[in-house]
């Protein structure tokens, strides 16, 4: 049976020059980069060098990278970072449609006396700036806004975003982790005071990320110990991890054009042949500026957990969202802050392309996903009551 992959906003295959990259640090030079003999001194290297890259592939400086076990870390320092800072600053704004890395450690805040401004969106999934504008106050401690949605592509305008809280003279922490390798980032010309990303969204291992965080930020450490990260994440540093993701960094710098170009064309071949193919298919934020990579289709009438089940059987690996809730069965709080009805919130599938998508699995894909959501459309009980 053919595999189709194209689920890779939940992850992404680990490239085969990023797991060589990695190989030695597990093998060879095993040593901590914090022992001062020899045996860490290369893997101390490693770490300096690997800093070096990612800070050149965000456009930031070396001393603005700490690395971390993953995005969901990174936005959990951030936003605690941030508020331990100003203990004063008792309100926080952020989005409805954000991850649950930021969502949940921001009802965390509230369940402790944070007053919380949680902003919504339009049905295409678009934020209005003058409600975030209105929303900001003199005790804001923080705005906590995502770059790309996971779920449907979306993309804030951060740079205004950053204009309008700054402004203000409040922290922009961005979760960067769905674009980065997909669109350029730059986080001199982005404005953000913080950025998470996470290595395993690029074609690097899962298990390591970094939070990107400004020089001159106001931020306190969440956790204690060493003297790792410049006492800003303390703990032994996944040493091959972290090589991984310098090294999947390089790479992406060479796919951004290729996302915007190739990467586009095929997820646009999809929505365009399935939309033409499948009546009463829809597709989430096509009016906005969205990832190249990411389309969110709804299907009328179908059960898009059972044409999950169905698609696998051909070997067509997709998502009915977010990979952190769908193991859990949970309905997508994305689509329902945009507004979709619980039905046609049921019916939606996530299709997320790689540099690695080629033309042939999208033929494929066109090939067999009409006739499954006709059989469905066919058993359904209101096609039998008809």
């Known amino acids: 049976m053919k595999t189709v992959y194209l689920d890779n906003n939940a992850t992404t295959a680990v490239s085969p020059d990023v797991f060589d990259a990695m190989r030695p640090y597990y093998l060879e030079h095993y040593g901590n980069p914090s022992s001062p003999h020899h045996l860490g001194d290369r893997p101390a290297s490693a770490l300096r060098d690997a800093r070096t890259r990612v800070a050149e592939f965000l456009g930031c400086t070396d001393v603005e990278v700490v690395f971390t076990s993953c995005g969901t870390e990174s936005d959990n320092l951030a936003i ?8 004063d600053k008792r309100h926080v704004v952020t989005t409805a449609v954000e991850h649950s890395a930021v969502l949940n450690p921001v009802k965390r805040l509230a369940s402790t006396g944070y007053e919380v401004t949680v902003l919504g969106v339009d049905r295409a999934g678009r934020l209005d700036l003058e409600a975030l504008r209105t929303s900001l106050r003199d005790d804001t401690a923080l705005v906590s806004v995502m770059f790309a949605n996971n779920e449907t592509g979306v993309l804030f305008p951060i740079n205004a975003i950053a204009e309008i809280v700054h402004a203000r003279g409040i922290p922009l922490h961005v979760d960067a982790v769905q674009a980065v390798g997909k669109v350029p980032i730059d986080l001199h010309h982005l404005g953000a005071d913080m950025i998470a990303i996470s ?10 990320g970094a939070l990107v965080l400004r020089k001159g930020t106001k931020w306190a450490p969440v956790f204690l110990g060493g003297s790792q990260e410049r006492s800003r994440r303390p703990g032994t540093e996944n ?8 090294a999947a960094c390089a790479l992406a710098q060479t796919h951004v054009a290729h996302y915007q170009t190739e990467v586009r ?10 939309l033409a ?4 298919a829809f597709v989430n934020g096509i009016e906005c500026d969205r990832l190249p990579n990411t389309s969110n289709m709804g299907f009328r009438g179908v059960d898009g957990n059972a044409m999950l089940v169905l698609l696998d059987e051909v070997g067509i690996c997709v998502s009915a969202g977010s990979a952190c809730k769908s193991g859990a069965g949970l309905p997508s709080h994305v689509l329902a802050a945009m507004g979709l009805t619980a039905d046609e919130a049921a019916c939606c599938l996530r299709f997320s392309l790689s540099e690695l998508t080629t033309e042939d699995e999208i033929r494929y894909c066109i090939e067999h996903i009409p006739a499954i959501v006709e059989r469905m459309r066919r058993s359904s009980p209101q096609a039998a009551r008809s």
């Open 80 to 87: 605690r970072g941030i508020t331990e800072a100003a203990k």
């Open 199 to 208: 290595a395993h969204k690029f074609h690097g291992p899962k298990g390591v």
């Open 239 to 246: 040493v091959a991890g972290i090589v991984a993701m310098g």
């Open 265 to 274: 064309r095929l997820r646009d071949l999809l929505e365009h042949e399935l």
């Open 277 to 280: 193919r499948i009546p009463d």
